[in-house]
């Protein structure tokens, strides 16, 4: 039983090898779509009882094919008439005996998109065929395993048919030229069940001179190589044999060095020289050799290692190692840096001078943006005392107009602060030093106007309290607006002169009125952060406002909703 399913299989073998052009396929096969298209598997059953089945692999699963209108299963032959795009898979023919696979064979089957624009599909070439000058050249037709019923072969060279080539089924060329480059397309008409399905192939012939196949190393014959003590190094030496559809040449490739061959790498020596590795590349032959350095000593620096190549001839290419050494910069990388140095030296120097021009603007920004509130939680009822000269009434009316108004209109109104003003929210008939130490206690920050006619026992107890509490105590911070310059004040104290610039504020009239102005913004910056309050708390706070101020007297308790 052994015995006979061995002939049976050395049987198929052989009718794939040897049965002619019928069964001469390669896999992958590309075939254009809409055409027809034909395997085969050996012609007909070895023994009795086995038959020919085909299948498809399906999702991982193999299917038996079963014939129809399009696919014809006829003995040895999977015809398609014609093939379509789904049509794409793996294909086996196995000889099969009931449940039982004796030898199958297995191809891809790649269906290609025809562009329809052009009379050959790019992706359908036969690629790397190549041709040299004053040889000869043959083209063959299609194989359609199905010559009986051709009734029509075309051919093309560049789409353009060639009238006294139709019929035959080769095309020959008995001496090349570089005008016979392009590509030659054969269209083979079938006829089958009344209709005519085409088979197409296209070959792409590149025609070179005499001199372009002969075998010779690539590259440059002095190679220098860095490196290092201990390091693995691999040196290449590749040669040129000829193109694909020529004998293959006979030669010799091998390393040598001081005169000797380099051993193959059999045994652990240091260095060695692989066994050679033939390739093909665009339709043309090479092989390679590589030496090998397991680990490069010292005594390999500075050799010369010598590629050999002799094919009616000699060549060699020479290969030193050099040690390794931290280069200088190069120019262009050196000037390069510096540029970038330069700039981005002249972009940070930008941004901080930008900063500390806009340090007031980008601080509010990020107040505004993260909605910071430095008011929560410290037990304080004001955010700022306003100290100012109350008692010269009408001779200061403008410096009353703006410690009255102007500034609790904008803190208030505008910005959501509550001061605390000694004549609004003072009540009267109570002991007034002690009132003016508890309001100062309770607020945040100590805002004096300092004006001409700033000076008066009590407008100076609220200094010289307000004062000890910010230098002294560190209890309470002090803005100073400079309503006047401050170099009429030669009554004030000295230690007002200990104030950093960002406590002290300029008020210069009709400039410093609007809300955008420098002023309202270095005095919020002086201000505690606290979020700017809503339109509709506006409103409520003006209201408020009305009820419980009338010339400045108190009526009622200021509505705390909107803080």
Request: glycine residues 6%; charged residues 25%.
């Amino acid at each position: 039983m052994c015995s006979e399913n061995l002939a049976v299989l050395l049987t198929l073998i052989f009718c794939f090898i040897s049965s002619g052009n019928l069964c001469k396929r390669y896999s992958p096969i590309n075939v254009l779509e809409e055409e027809y298209f034909s395997f085969c598997c050996p012609k007909k059953p070895q023994h009795e009882g086995q038959v020919i089945h085909w299948y498809k692999e399906k999702k991982g699963e193999e299917m038996l094919i079963h014939g129809d209108s399009r696919i014809d299963l006829n003995g040895s032959n999977l015809r398609f008439w014609p093939i379509l795009l789904n049509d794409t898979g793996i294909y086996q023919c196995c000889l099969k005996n009931g449940t039982w696979k004796r030898s199958c064979k297995e191809w891809s089957l790649n269906v290609i998109k025809r562009n329809k624009n052009n009379c050959f599909t790019e992706e359908h070439l036969l690629t790397g065929r190549d041709g040299i000058i004053g040889t000869g050249y043959s083209f063959t037709c299609s194989d359609t395993n199905d010559s009986t019923n051709v009734i029509n072969i075309t051919w093309y060279k560049d789409c353009i048919e060639s009238i006294n080539k139709r019929g035959e089924e080769e095309w020959q060329i008995d001496q090349l030229t570089e005008k016979d480059g392009g590509k030659y397309t054969c269209v083979k008409t079938i006829l089958h069940a009344g209709k005519k399905y085409n088979s197409t192939s296209t070959t792409n012939l590149n025609v070179k001179g005499i001199e372009e196949n002969v075998p010779k190393l690539i590259g440059s014959a002095y190679n220098v190589f860095k490196t290092e003590i201990g390091k693995e190094e691999i040196l290449n030496c590749t040669a040129f044999l000829g193109y694909s559809n020529f004998v293959e040449v006979q030669y010799d490739l091998y390393w040598i060095v001081h005169d000797d061959i380099i051993e193959k790498c059999q045994n652990n020596n240091s260095l060695c020289q692989k066994e050679e590795c033939k390739y093909n590349e665009n339709g043309k032959k090479y092989v390679m050799r590589q030496l090998w350095f397991k680990r490069v000593k010292e005594e390999n620096i500075n050799c010369s290692y010598k590629c050999i190549f002799s094919e009616n001839g000699f060549e060699q290419q020479t290969f030193i190692l050099q040690k390794e050494c931290n280069p200088d910069l190069p120019v262009h990388a050196f000037t390069a840096g510096m540029i970038m140095a330069i700039i981005f030296s002249f972009i940070a120097v930008m941004m901080v001078i930008l900063c500390v021009i806009f340090k007031i603007e980008l601080i509010l920004l990020f107040r505004d943006i993260t909605g910071k509130d430095e008011t929560l939680g410290d037990g304080k009822l004001y955010d700022a005392f306003v100290s100012y000269l109350k008692d010269c009434t009408p001779i200061c009316g403008e410096e009353r107009k703006f410690a009255l108004e102007i500034l609790p209109k904008t803190l208030e109104d505008h910005f959501g602060y509550k001061l605390c003003i000694f004549e609004r929210d003072i009540s009267p008939g109570g002991a007034i030093i002690d009132d003016i130490q508890s309001s100062i206690d309770r607020s945040r920050r100590l805002i004096i106007i300092l004006s001409q006619n700033y000076v008066s026992d009590q407008v100076m107890f609220e200094l010289e309290v307000g004062l000890h509490k910010a230098l002294v105590e560190r209890k309470i911070k002090v803005i100073l607006i400079e309503y006047m310059p401050k170099n009429y004040f030669d009554f004030l104290p000295k230690s007002l002169e200990l104030l950093s610039s960002s406590q002290v504020v300029k008020w210069k009239e009709e400039k410093s009125l609007p809300l955008k102005s420098k002023f309202w913004k270095k005095l919020r910056y002086a201000m505690p952060a606290k979020p700017t309050i809503s339109a509709a708390c506006q409103g409520v706070m003006l209201q408020d406002k009305r009820k419980r101020t009338s010339t400045f007297g108190i009526t009622s308790e200021p509505s705390l909703a909107c803080y």
